[in-house]
């Protein structure tokens, strides 16, 4: 198993997830920050106010707030995400355990809001602006690449409330400028941007994990949405390449695999079909420039219509991305026929593979599946890849020796970094692979805390309390010896 030369190895963020400072310097109100905390058995909650009442409605799919409504913060409610792990004001810390770790890249989200805090606005906060740069120059003084997404699930409330969510085409001019504002600003500090995080989650969250959504009004929604994200991705992608010829510029898809619960080839054709819509429907048109022949059919079934002229489809083509980039936790099993065995938990609900092993949360261990993804992927796409988001989620308890053993951690990850050094050997060109979470972080499905990711581990709570301390685990001084010996030492 060989990993080229320059091979970037790091850890990956997001903004809402590890900033905390909701409000500081300037910052607007994202959607995030009127989402309330949850837990595997609770949804997470938007808190909004209409006619002076405030109320709250579950954070799924398809679900907006109710007509008049206003996002709202509820001062009787626990908000991970306005604190998370105060990443705002302890990043020098962190990228420096980073770059004891070795790393040579860190993927983190810049917050749509610190640069336009209701996303309207003509000028950029320089304020926010300021805050990144000094992150990009203290990542660069350790050798670190950063990876940028320029948006992941932290809209501007007031854009989302004013545009429906992405239901207006000014939505894209919107994003086009805080694209235009970000790649002007960091032009020579930054290469690598991400354009949205697991876009298809828009449609993934409708039709897997058990969320079995079926109104055409929702899929309405939800494709009408892409189709403004896909266009602003592509103008991104042009732009980028306009300002500056170093950019690359990358799409982020979530990497759920399919597999058929038995031979049947009616199961074989529903695992395709539910691979088109979740995960192939995106890629294919960030990374071919154009919609797939199956898109009539996904568009059918929900009896959906779509305004796509001939600029859109000449949009599209003109902007593909330079790199293909994808998260991968877990494998899914479909099937046309009765469930007996199902897994429940967070995102994972639906049919158990009895092969493999699944977490607390309900996500199944599959690092076959992510040596496959690559290969089926990098055949369809050929373009460079990332593995942007891997990583295992769970109750790390501080040992009576004060230390954190986290050998399931480890032994998750050396499983996946074995099966992609495999994709590698196959002739993938794979060049990054950034863990999600290599601090301990806000969970984006529950809102917890204790569900941890970190080889750092933070003292902080699913109420939010504690110190903020950190402290390496046993996975910290694992992963150093990973990257120092370019993934052979696993
Ligand atoms: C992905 C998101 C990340 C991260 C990850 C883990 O969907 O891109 O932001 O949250 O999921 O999920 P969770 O945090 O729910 O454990």
Not at 56 to 83: C, F, Q, R, T, W
Not at 321 to 345: A, C, L, P, Q, R
Request: glycine letters at 8%.
């Amino acid at each position: 198993m060989s990993f080229p030369k320059g091979f970037l190895w790091g850890g990956a963020t997001a903004a809402n997830q590890i900033e905390g400072a909701y409000d500081v310097d300037g910052k607007g109100l994202s959607v995030t920050d009127i989402t309330t905390s949850g837990s595997l058995e609770a949804p997470r909650y938007l808190t909004y106010k209409l006619n002076g009442e405030l109320g709250k409605v579950p954070a799924m799919p398809g679900a907006g707030l109710p007509e008049g409504a206003e996002g709202a913060i509820d001062p009787n409610s626990y908000y991970p995400n306005h604190v998370a792990i105060d990443f705002y004001h302890y990043y020098k810390e962190d990228i420096k355990m980073f770059a004891d770790m070795g790393f040579t890249t860190f993927r983190l989200s810049i917050a749509w809001t610190r640069i336009f805090p209701k996303g309207d606005e003509e000028k950029p906060n320089q304020a926010g602006l300021d805050f990144y740069r000094k992150v990009f120059e203290e990542c660069k003084k350790y050798g670190i690449e950063p990876i940028v997404t320029i948006s992941h699930y932290e809209d501007p409330l007031y854009l989302s409330e004013k545009y429906n969510d992405w239901q207006d085409r000014t939505m894209i001019d919107m994003y086009v400028k805080y694209a235009k504002a970000l790649f002007e600003e960091y032009k020579g500090l930054v290469k690598y941007w991400l354009t949205f995080n697991e876009i298809n989650s828009t449609l993934l969250m409708l039709s897997a994990f058990g969320n079995n959504v079926t109104d055409d009004a929702t899929f309405q929604h939800a494709y009408q949405k892409l189709h403004y994200q896909f266009l602003a991705s592509a103008k991104a992608v042009k732009l980028a390449h306009e300002i500056d010829p170093n950019y690359v510029v990358g799409n982020m898809i979530c990497g759920i695999l399919d597999y058929p619960m038995t031979p049947d080839p009616k199961d074989v054709l529903a695992t395709r079909y539910a691979m088109e819509q979740t995960v192939l429907y995106c890629g294919d048109v960030q990374a071919k420039g154009e919609y797939p022949t199956y898109s009539k059919r996904l568009w059918d079934e929900h009896n959906v219509h779509l305004d796509i002229t001939e600029e859109d489809k000449k949009i599209l083509k003109e902007g593909k991305v330079d790199i293909y980039t994808f998260s991968y936790y877990m494998s899914n099993v479909i099937t046309t026929h009765e469930v007996k065995d199902k897994v429940g938990g967070n995102f994972a609900a639906g049919a158990k593979n009895p092969y493999l092993d699944y977490s607390e949360w309900g996500w199944a261990t599959d690092p076959t599946g992510l040596q496959y993804y690559l290969e089926v992927m990098y055949d369809r796409y050929q373009i460079p890849m990332m593995v942007v988001e891997n990583g295992l989620g769970a109750v790390d308890k501080i040992g009576e020796d004060g230390k954190i053993h986290d050998d399931y951690r480890i032994d998750y990850l050396a499983q996946h970094i074995a099966a992609m050094g495999k994709a590698v050997d196959d002739g993938v060109d794979l060049i990054a692979y950034t863990t999600w979470g290599p601090i301990d972080l806000v969970s984006a499905g529950t809102g917890q805390m204790s569900k941890r990711y970190g080889f750092i581990y933070v003292d902080r709570d699913d109420e939010g309390k504690g110190s903020l301390k950190r402290m390496p685990k046993d996975s910290f001084y694992w992963y150093k010896k990973v990257i120092a010996s370019n993934g052979e030492d696993l």
